[in-house]
C-alpha cells in the first residue's frame, strides 16, 4: 500500500496536521476559536508583501541550521551546537563585515567565508574530541554553546566595541540587505540570504548523494565498523561531517549579521536558531530538500504566530505551546509510523 | 490416537505477494524433540511465529493438548505453554539474570519486588534442569551460551512446557553445543517438549526424535529420525542430491603468498591473544584454522587485514610487508576479507545491495571520477555480480538489511572475491547458513584456489576445515600447534589439539 518513499513524506505530514488539531483543541479548551487563530496565522505568514518578506527571512536561517543538524545526523552525529556555531558566525561574518574595505565582489564572499570557518571551528573542536578520545559530541557541542555565547559577548564589548552592546552596522560592500527586496516586500527585511542557504541545500544533496565524500560519510553514518573494515577513514570523517555541520550554521549566523540586522548586538541568552535546526532537521528527514520544505514550516509559523494575538486575540504564549505540540508529533513520529504499519497490515 | 501437545493442520500464511506458508502439518509428541527442518527463508521461522501468535494464520488449526485453540498473540502462546527462544537473544543487559527472568512477571511482595524469593525460584529451576546459570550474575558478565540457558530459564519461569528452540547452536562454540544437547535431552526427559529450528543435520541426528521438513513455504514430511540419514534429510531439505564431501582437485600449491613471522597481537584490553605465530599460506592452496574461538583468532585476523596494531612481527604479502599499513592499504595490495560479522563489519545494512558491492572500491574508477560517484557503473557492476553470485534479492536498490543471510553472505563473498585478490580471508564465511548456501561458497573458495590464489579459512566448525582446507593449522592459546593434513586426521584428533593437549606431529612440516 506504501511505498517506503511515501512512507517518508507522508509520517512528518501526518504530524504537522497532528500537532495543528491538538493546537486547535488547545485553543477551544482556553476559548478561542482555532479557524480565526490559524486564518489569523496564515495571514500573518503571506497576507500581505510585508508578512511573505518576513516568513522568508526568517525561514532563511532555519533552512541553514536544518542543514547543519541534518548533516551531522547523516554522518551518525548529533551536532547540538548549531547555537554556537550561529553566534560565531554572526560575530565573524560581522567583524568581516565591519572592519574591512574591499569590492562587494570579494567583500561579502569574505564575510560569508569568514562565517562558515568559525562555524567550522566551533564544530572541529566537537568533532576533532569524538574521533581522537571518543568523547560524546552532545557534551562538547553544549559547552561550546555557552562559549560561544560569553565569548562573543566579550568581544563585542571590549574588541569590537568601546563597552557598547552592539556593533557597528556592516558596510554597503559586505551586506546581504537588498533595497529592491525591502521595497518590493513593504519594507520587510527580506535579504538575498535565501539564496546563500538554497545554493546551501543544493551543495549538502550533492554532496552527499553525488561525492565519494558522501559516500564515505553516509557509510560511517550507518555502520563505523563496516566503514572502517572497508578502509574508510572514520576520525577524519567524523571531524569532516561536523565542520561541515558548522559551516552551515555559521552561514546561519551570516544570515543575522549581514542580512536581517547588519550588525551584531550582545546577547543575554541563546537566539534558538541552532536549536530549531534541530526540529527543523528531524522534520524534513534529515534529508536536504525535507529540510528545505520544515524550515519554511517553521519560519510560516514563527512569522504568522506573531499575527495571532493581534489577528485572533490568541495569546503569544499559547502560539508557542502550538508549535511546540507539532515538534512534539513530529519527535514522536515513530508512533505515527507504527499505526501506520498496523494500518497497512490490517488493510491489506 | 497419539498424545501430541501441539498440533499445527494445515497451516497456510500469506503475505502480500507470497505465500510463506502452505499445506504445513506440525504433530509434536510430549516429552519428544522435534526438529523442524527447512533451508534459510523456506519458512520456519513463520511458522513458529504463528504457533507464537505473532502473526494469524489465512488457514488450518492449531490445538495445543487436544484443545482447538486460537493464539492471537504472544501472552496467549504464553499461557497455553509455549515458550521461544529467539535466534537473537531479548534479554536485559545490565540487569541481572534473576531480574532479567522475572522481567514482566515479578513477584511482589508489599508493592516491592522480592528479589530474594525470585533468586530462589530462579536457582531451584537452574538447578532441576541442570541449566548451572548464576541468578546475581549480569548479564553482560555471563557467555553467549549461558545468556542462552537464561533465555530458556525465561520460558519455563514461566511455565512453559513446549520450548520452540530458533536455531540454538548458530551462536554457539562446539562446547556450548555440547552443552545445550545435554539440557535439552534432560528437559525433554522431565516431560518438555522442544520444537527446534534448524538445518544442521547432524545435530538432527544427534538429537531429535522426528523431524519435520519444509520447503519453500510448503510441508514435504515428517520422518522419523531413527529410521533417516544425513544425506536423505539433506535431500528432502533441499529438494536435491547435496555433496556433503566438497568435491576438489589436490592442491598444488606455488609461491609463497602470506608469510607471518613472529606475530605478537594484543586485543582490547591489552592482553597478548597472538604471541608470537608463524603462519604461510601459498598461491593455490586453503589453509584451515582450527581452534576454539577466543585462541586469538580475530586478532590474527584483524592484524593481517589492518584492523589492529600488531605488537611484534611481520605480515608479509607476496615478500613485501604489510605489517600495520591501513585497511585500505591491505585491501589495495591484494588481500579480501570475508568478515566473521557480516552484519557488524560485511555490510552497511542501511546502504542498497548495490553500494554496497563498492565499499571498497567506489572511489577507483570507474565507479567514481574526480570524486565523483557513477552510479550507472556501479549499480551496472552490481547486477552482473547478483547474477554470477546468484544472490537473491528483488533488485540492486534494495537495501541490504532486507536480504537473507545467506543472500547477504553472497554478495560480501561476490564483492570480496570480484576483486581478485592475491589472498582471500575467509572468517566462519557459512556461519548461520543452509547447506544449500554452504556448499555454494564452498565451492566459490575452491575455485579461487584453483584459480591461484592463497585462502586462509577460519572456522569453528571442524566439517568445513576438513572438507574444505588443504592443510590445517590448530590454533590454541594464540599459536599455531600443530600443521595437519585432512586425510591424515581426523576430528577426535583434532578436537584434542585445539583444547590445547600437545602430541608428537607437534610443529607440523
Keep these: 500500500m506504501f511505498s517506503n518513499r511515501m512512507f517518508n513524506i507522508l509520517v512528518p505530514i501526518i504530524s504537522v496536521v497532528l500537532g495543528l488539531i491538538a493546537g486547535a483543541i488547545i485553543m477551544l479548551g482556553f476559548g478561542y476559536n482555532p479557524f480565526q487563530g490559524y486564518l489569523a496565522l496564515i495571514d500573518g505568514a503571506f497576507g500581505n508583501a510585508y508578512f511573505f518578506g518576513e516568513t522568508i527571512r526568517q525561514v532563511t536561517p532555519y533552512i541553514l541550521t536544518g542543514l547543519a543538524v541534518a548533516f551531522a545526523f547523516r554522518a551518525g552525529l548529533f551536532n547540538i551546537g548549531a547555537e554556537g556555531q550561529v553566534i560565531v558566525g554572526w560575530l565573524a561574518a560581522v567583524w568581516i563585515g565591519t572592519t574591512i574595505e574591499a569590492p562587494m565582489i570579494v567583500h561579502l564572499p569574505l564575510a560569508l567565508f569568514a562565517a562558515a570557518l568559525a562555524g567550522g571551528m566551533w564544530g572541529f573542536v566537537p568533532g576533532l574530541l569524538k574521533a581522537k578520545l571518543g568523547v560524546h559530541e552532545v557534551i562538547i557541542t553544549i559547552m561550546m554553546n555557552y562559549i560561544a555565547l560569553y565569548l562573543t559577548n566579550h568581544l563585542i564589548r571590549n574588541v569590537?566595541?568601546?563597552?557598547?552592546?552592539?556593533?557597528?552596522?556592516?558596510?554597503?560592500?559586505?551586506?546581504?540587505?537588498?533595497?529592491?527586496?525591502?521595497?518590493?516586500?513593504?519594507?520587510?527585511?527580506?535579504?538575498?540570504?535565501?539564496?546563500?542557504?538554497?545554493?546551501?541545500?543544493?551543495?549538502?544533496?550533492?554532496?552527499?548523494?553525488?561525492?565519494?565524500?558522501?559516500?564515505?560519510?553516509?557509510?560511517?553514518?550507518?555502520?563505523?565498523?563496516?566503514?572502517?573494515?572497508?578502509?574508510m577513514k572514520v576520525g577524519k570523517n567524523i571531524i569532516l561531517a561536523m565542520v561541515i555541520s558548522g559551516g552551515f550554521a555559521g552561514l546561519a549566523g551570516a544570515m543575522e549579521g549581514l542580512g536581517t540586522f547588519g550588525y551584531m548586538p550582545t546577547h543575554s541568552a541563546f537566539t534558538n536558531i541552532g536549536f530549531d535546526g534541530i526540529a527543523v532537521a528531524l522534520l524534513g528527514g534529515n534529508a536536504a530538500l525535507g529540510t528545505v520544505i520544515a524550515a519554511f514550516l517553521f519560519g510560516t509559523l514563527k512569522i504568522g504566530a506573531l499575527n495571532m494575538p493581534t489577528g485572533a486575540g490568541v495569546p503569544a504564549e499559547l502560539v508557542e505551546i502550538v508549535i511546540a505540540l507539532i515538534i512534539f508529533f513530529v519527535a514522536s513520529s515513530y508512533i505515527i509510523r507504527w499505526a501506520l504499519l498496523r494500518l497497512k497490515k490490517e488493510g491489506k | 490416537m497419539e498424545n501430541y501437545v501441539v498440533e499445527m493442520l494445515d497451516i497456510r500464511k500469506e503475505f502480500p505477494g507470497i505465500v510463506a506458508n502452505d499445506n504445513i502439518n506440525l504433530q509434536v509428541k510430549k516429552g519428544e524433540i522435534h526438529a523442524l527442518l527447512g533451508e534459510n527463508g523456506a519458512g520456519k521461522s513463520t511458522l513458529m511465529n504463528v504457533l507464537f501468535g505473532l502473526y494469524q494464520p489465512e488457514k488450518g488449526e492449531i490445538r495445543v493438548k487436544g484443545k482447538k485453540v486460537k493464539i492471537t498473540d504472544p501472552n496467549v502462546a504464553n499461557e497455553l505453554g509455549i515458550g521461544m527462544v529467539h535466534q537473537h537473544f531479548m534479554l536485559v543487559d545490565t540487569f541481572t539474570v534473576t531480574q532479567n527472568i522475572i522481567l514482566g512477571s515479578e513477584p511482589r511482595r508489599y508493592g516491592t519486588i522480592d528479589i530474594k524469593k525470585a533468586e530462589k525460584d530462579v536457582s531451584e529451576l537452574s538447578d532441576r534442569y541442570g541449566l548451572r546459570?548464576?541468578?546475581?550474575?549480569?548479564?553482560?558478565?555471563?557467555?553467549?551460551?549461558?545468556?542462552?540457558?537464561?533465555?530458556?530459564?525465561?520460558?519455563?519461569?514461566?511455565?512453559?512446557?513446549?520450548?520452540?528452540?530458533?536455531?540454538?547452536?548458530?551462536?554457539?562454540?562446539?562446547?556450548?553445543?555440547?552443552?545445550?544437547?545435554?539440557?535439552?535431552?534432560?528437559?525433554?526427559?522431565?516431560?518438555?517438549?522442544?520444537?527446534?529450528?534448524?538445518?544442521?543435520?547432524?545435530?538432527?541426528?544427534?538429537?531429535?526424535?522426528?523431524?519435520?521438513v519444509i520447503r519453500k513455504g510448503e510441508g514435504i514430511d515428517t520422518v522419523n529420525v531413527s529410521e533417516t540419514n544425513v544425506d536423505d534429510l539433506a535431500s528432502l531439505m533441499v529438494g536435491r542430491e547435496i555433496s556433503f564431501t566438497t568435491e576438489k582437485t589436490p592442491a598444488e600449491p606455488k609461491q609463497s603468498v602470506l608469510n607471518i613471522h613472529?606475530?605478537?597481537?594484543?586485543?582490547?584490553?591489552?592482553?597478548?591473544?597472538?604471541?608470537?605465530?608463524?603462519?604461510?599460506?601459498?598461491?593455490?592452496?586453503?589453509?584451515?584454522?582450527?581452534?576454539?574461538?577466543?585462541?586469538?583468532?580475530?586478532?590474527?585476523?584483524?592484524?593481517?587485514?589492518?584492523?589492529?596494531?600488531?605488537?611484534?612481527?611481520?605480515?608479509?604479502?607476496?615478500?613485501?610487508?604489510?605489517?600495520?599499513?591501513?585497511?585500505?592499504?591491505?585491501?589495495?595490495?591484494?588481500?579480501?576479507?570475508?568478515?566473521?560479522?557480516?552484519?557488524?563489519?560485511?555490510?552497511?545494512?542501511?546502504?542498497?545491495?548495490?553500494?554496497?558491492?563498492?565499499?571498497?572500491?567506489?572511489?577507483?574508477?570507474?565507479?567514481?571520477?574526480?570524486?565523483?560517484?557513477?552510479?550507472?557503473?556501479i549499480y551496472d557492476h552490481a547486477k552482473n555480480l547478483i547474477k554470477e553470485y546468484d544472490v537473491r534479492t528483488p533488485n540492486v536498490f534494495t537495501k541490504a538489511r532486507a536480504l537473507s543471510g545467506g543472500n547477504q553472505q553472497k554478495a560480501i563473498i561476490a564483492r570480496e572475491v570480484d576483486r581478485s585478490p592475491d589472498l582471500i580471508i575467509a572468517a566462519q564465511p557459512t556461519r548461520g547458513l543452509d547447506v544449500g548456501a554452504i556448499e555454494f561458497i564452498h565451492k566459490k573458495l575452491i575455485e579461487e584456489r584453483d584459480k591461484g590464489r592463497a585462502v586462509l579459512l577460519i572456522s569453528f566448525e571442524l566439517d568445513e576445515i576438513m572438507n574444505v582446507s588443504d592443510r590445517i593449522a590448530v590454533m590454541f592459546d594464540g599459536n599455531i600447534v600443530a600443521n595437519v593434513k585432512p586425510e591424515e586426521t581426523n576430528e577426535q584428533e583434532l578436537g584434542l589439539l585445539m583444547a590445547g593437549s600437545r602430541k608428537e606431529k607437534v610443529g607440523g612440516e
Excluded at chain 1, 516586500?185 to 565524500?213: C, N
Aim: hydrophobic fraction near 40%; charge should be neutral.
Design chain 1, 160 to 231: 569590537l566595541t568601546d563597552t557598547k552592546d552592539t556593533t557597528d552596522r556592516v558596510v554597503e560592500s559586505a551586506a546581504l540587505s537588498s533595497e529592491w527586496l525591502m521595497t518590493l516586500t513593504s519594507y520587510s527585511r527580506l535579504h538575498w540570504g535565501i539564496l546563500v542557504a538554497l545554493v546551501a541545500a543544493v551543495f549538502m544533496w550533492f554532496l552527499l548523494e553525488k561525492t565519494t565524500a558522501g559516500y564515505e560519510l553516509r557509510s560511517v553514518g550507518y555502520n563505523r565498523h563496516a566503514s572502517e573494515y572497508a578502509g
Design chain 2, 133 to 212: 546459570v548464576d541468578p546475581k550474575a549480569k548479564i553482560r558478565d555471563i557467555s553467549v551460551g549461558m545468556q542462552q540457558r537464561v533465555e530458556i530459564l525465561k520460558t519455563l519461569y514461566r511455565g512453559a512446557d513446549v520450548l520452540i528452540l530458533d536455531e540454538p547452536t548458530a551462536v554457539l562454540t562446539p562446547q556450548e553445543i555440547k552443552e545445550l544437547i545435554g539440557i535439552m535431552k534432560s528437559l525433554v526427559k522431565q516431560g518438555i517438549s522442544i520444537i527446534l529450528i534448524t538445518h544442521k543435520l547432524k545435530e538432527i541426528m544427534e538429537v531429535c526424535d522426528r523431524c519435520t
Design chain 2, 262 to 377: 613472529e606475530l605478537k597481537v594484543l586485543d582490547a584490553r591489552g592482553v597478548e591473544m597472538v604471541k608470537g605465530l608463524n603462519l604461510e599460506v601459498k598461491a593455490g592452496e586453503i589453509v584451515g584454522i582450527a581452534g576454539v574461538d577466543g585462541n586469538g583468532q580475530s586478532e590474527l585476523i584483524e592484524a593481517i587485514t589492518g584492523l589492529r596494531k600488531t605488537e611484534s612481527g611481520k605480515v608479509l604479502l607476496n615478500d613485501k610487508e604489510i605489517t600495520n599499513l591501513t585497511p585500505r592499504k591491505v585491501t589495495e595490495a591484494g588481500v579480501s576479507h570475508i568478515p566473521q560479522d557480516r552484519h557488524k563489519f560485511g555490510l552497511v545494512l542501511d546502504f542498497p545491495i548495490g553500494e554496497n558491492m563498492v565499499l571498497q572500491t567506489y572511489y577507483q574508477k570507474p565507479y567514481a571520477k574526480n570524486g565523483i560517484l557513477s552510479f550507472n557503473k
